[in-house]
């Protein structure tokens, strides 16, 4: 079975200091990997996705995650904060045969 | 082109009762998940519907069910309301069934507001 595990569920960093959420993953077969991020009061909006083609991943807004087979990990990064940023986060895995399973989610506040 | 659209945005209901929540997907697209999100135990899926059949289905109760139209818009019932029912139900349209292709991208809804009490 698949899951996601993200460390800390609250984050909080400066306004123009480094983004770092964690996430690690477990799954018996090569994994599609995602990062969402949901506004309050709204669905979740894709950032980024992983699905093999290169371990260093660009998102929208900035953001990038790093395949890491051999930590079975996929950080979130970004290096300057911005007080939109504000959000929570969610990692997900899937494989061929399986849906979308999210982790618990990091809620993100930037301090200005 | 439009995106995923859930009606109604908030629900309020009784214990006991029950309810539909509706989910028209990106235009095009056939795949049709839909998600509960508690702050307990965060986004569970419930179950996935690809061309009018359910294709998987999460560790729900029969409470839960679900189907999709030839239109591919798709509703959820749930029957018998509890006050643990309490949640955001979202949905989420993919052009290929997620189970098939996991790299498919999924496209939320904002979701519908359910409050049992």
């Known amino acids: 079975a698949q899951s996601v595990t993200q460390l800390g569920s609250h984050v909080s960093v400066s306004e123009g200091a480094l983004v770092l959420l964690r996430c690690n993953y477990s799954?018996?077969?090569?994994?599609?990997l995602f990062w969402y991020v949901q506004y309050p009061n709204q669905g979740l909006q894709l950032l980024l996705k992983?699905?093999?083609?290169?371990?260093l991943v660009k998102g929208i807004n900035g953001f990038e995650a790093e395949f890491k087979k051999s930590e079975t990990s996929f950080h979130l990064t970004k290096p300057s904060a911005h007080m939109s940023d504000a959000a929570e986060y969610f990692c997900a895995v899937s494989s061929g045969n399986t849906p979308l399973v999210f982790g618990k989610g990091t809620r993100l506040s930037v301090i200005a | 082109k439009a995106g995923v659209t859930q009606t109604p945005r908030y629900l309020i209901k009784t214990r006991g009762q029950q309810v539909t929540l509706s989910c028209s997907p990106i235009?095009?697209?056939?795949?049709v998940s839909w998600y509960q999100q508690t702050p307990g135990q965060g986004l569970q899926f419930l179950f996935e519907y690809f061309s009018e059949t359910q294709r998987n289905k999460g560790n729900f109760p029969g409470r839960f069910s679900g189907r999709q139209f030839s239109n591919s818009r798709s509703e959820m019932n749930v029957s018998t309301l509890e006050l643990g029912d309490s949640a955001l139900y979202l949905c989420?349209?993919?052009?290929?069934?997620?189970?098939?292709?996991?790299?498919?991208?999924?496209?939320f809804g904002q979701g519908t507001r359910l409050t049992v009490v």
């Open positions: 989420a349209s993919s052009f290929t069934f997620l189970g098939q292709a996991g790299n498919t991208e999924a496209f």
């Open positions: 799954s018996s077969v090569p994994p599609y």
């Open positions: 235009s095009g697209h056939r795949s």
């Open positions: 992983y699905t093999s083609a290169a371990t």
